[in-house]
C-alpha cells in the first residue's frame, strides 16, 4: 500500500486507513520502532501488563519465595562491621 506524507504543522505524517487500524487494533497511543530503515507502527502496550494475575498465581502455588532467602537474611562482613543504628 502506497501513501503520501503530508504536512502537520512544522512535521509531516501519514493518514492510516480506518479499515487498517482496524484489522490491527491500533489504539490512541501507538509505538513507532525505527529498525532497519524501516518505522514499525504497533499498538503501545501497556507496561507491567498482567503482572498483578501473575503475581497471584505465583502466591497461589507458593512460587513467590526468595531464591537467595539465606544470602539476603544472613549479615554481611559491612553489616557487622560498619552498620550502626
Do not use: C
Not at 54 to 73: G, H, S, T, Y
Request: glycine share 4%; hydrophobic share 35%.
Amino acid at each position: 500500500m502506497k501513501t503520501k506524507l503530508v504536512r502537520i504543522g512544522n512535521s509531516q505524517g501519514i493518514r492510516i486507513p480506518k479499515p487498517v487500524i482496524e484489522e490491527i487494533g491500533l489504539s490512541d497511543e501507538i509505538e513507532m520502532i525505527l529498525k532497519d530503515n524501516q518505522i514499525i507502527l504497533r499498538s503501545a502496550e501497556q507496561t507491567r501488563k498482567g503482572w498483578d494475575s501473575a503475581f497471584e498465581r505465583m502466591a497461589e502455588e507458593q512460587d513467590d519465595q526468595l531464591i537467595d532467602k539465606e544470602k539476603v537474611e544472613t549479615p554481611s562482613e559491612w553489616d557487622e562491621t560498619e552498620w550502626t543504628w
